[in-house]
T-cell receptor, first 115, second 112 residues
């Protein structure tokens, strides 16, 4: 079946512009996660959704970052007034959401470059 | 603070040998630990999960051990192949959280 998809695959933007990153999770997965991965760094947790609500937003680095999820499916991560330090790969993952020991299925990521 | 350590240096081995990767952690009481594989330009792919009360888990050529006393997990690939070349990430989860914490990963390079 279809896996997690993300769009765009690559995004180049100018400092100060807003960007929207999209994630389509696996159908039926209620849990959705956003991570950020910088070169040579581990996965940095950003936000977790269970259905449409976000019980854990603790990883969002600043108020320029926000995310929403509608219909328990597609999620959008928005970065306002982008800065060069926002350049990274943004990964989305989904899981069934039924227990805490579930496997996460990752998308291919969106590579963001802020000039 | 909680810390997960994976060797930042790439592991280079010859085809056919056993690759062993290490994941150490401090200030953490994980309920379970996962290993993922990540290829360049791709998202991580789940390989194995081991619980705190399990010592060892196997899947085909893969073996994971989990020593909560040493606070260490070892990930073994036997009869390694060039196609096993990738970055391997460990991820720890406590019993009360849906959010795993990932290590930075170790790059494995298998030479033909």
């Amino acid at each position: 079946g279809a896996g997690v998809s993300q769009s765009p695959s690559n995004k180049v933007t100018e400092k100060g512009k807003d960007v929207e990153l999209r994630c389509d999770p696996i159908s039926g997965h209620t849990a959705l996660y956003w991570y950020r991965q910088s070169l040579g760094q581990g996965l940095e947790f950003l936000i977790y959704f269970q259905g449409n609500s976000a019980p854990d937003k603790s990883g969002l680095p600043s108020d320029r970052f926000s995310a929403e999820r509608t219909g328990g499916s597609v999620s959008t991560l928005t970065i306002q007034r982008t800065q060069q330090e926002d350049s990274a790969v943004y990964l989305c993952a989904s899981s069934l959401g039924a227990s805490r020991k579930e496997t996460q299925y990752f998308g291919p990521g969106t590579r963001l470059l802020v000039l | 603070s909680q810390k997960i350590e994976q060797n930042s240096e790439a592991l280079n081995i010859q085809e056919g040998k056993t690759a062993t990767l290490t994941c150490n952690y401090t200030n953490y009481s994980p309920a379970y630990l996962q290993w993922y594989r990540q290829d360049p330009g791709r998202g991580p792919v789940f390989l194995l999960l081991i619980r705190e009360n399990e010592k060892e888990k196997r899947k085909e050529r893969l073996k994971v051990t989990f020593d909560t006393t040493l606070k260490q997990s070892l990930f073994h690939i036997t009869a390694s192949q060039p196609a096993d070349s990738a970055t391997y990430l460990c991820a720890l989860s406590s019993g009360g959280s849906y959010i795993p914490t990932f290590g930075r990963g170790t790059s494995l390079i298998v030479h033909p």
